[in-house]
């Protein structure tokens, strides 16, 4: 099993900024991709950015050139660099990790709890 710690989340003002951190722990052989989620209210989850193994990054349109993704596979770590906040990023960001715990098994997607993160204009 794989566990997702994510933490960094909080309120700001809007233009501001905000580092998520998520940290995978357990039984680990490998790590995939890793990617960032959010959820508004009543609104449905949807993806924020995502980055290979291989460094590749994908982003969601609304927050390319504000959002940097990139994470540290010596630490199975993802972390979301957040800059120019808008109140419509208000939502709880998720992270997920798609992991295999040992050779040969197939990858698994696991997800963290998710942690607040509030824009005030």
């Known amino acids: 099993q794989v566990q997702l710690v994510e933490s960094g989340g909080g309120l700001v003002q809007a233009g501001g900024s905000l580092r998520l951190s998520c940290a995978a722990s357990?039984?680990?052989?490998?790590?995939?991709?890793m990617g960032w989620y959010r959820q508004a209210p009543g609104k449905q989850r949807e993806l924020v950015a995502a980055?290979?193994?291989?460094?590749?990054?994908n982003y969601a349109t609304s927050v390319k050139g504000r959002f940097t993704i990139s994470r540290d596979n010596a630490k199975n770590t993802v972390y979301l660099q957040m800059n120019s906040l808008k109140p419509e990023d208000t939502a709880v960001y998720y992270c997920?990790?798609?992991?295999?715990?040992?050779?040969?098994?197939?990858?698994?997607?696991?997800w963290g709890q998710g942690t607040q993160v509030t824009v005030s204009s």
């Open positions: 357990g039984i680990i052989f490998r790590i995939n991709g």
């Open positions: 997920n990790a798609d992991a295999t715990s040992r050779i040969g098994s197939r990858p698994t997607t696991y």
């Open positions: 980055i290979t193994s291989g460094g590749s990054t």
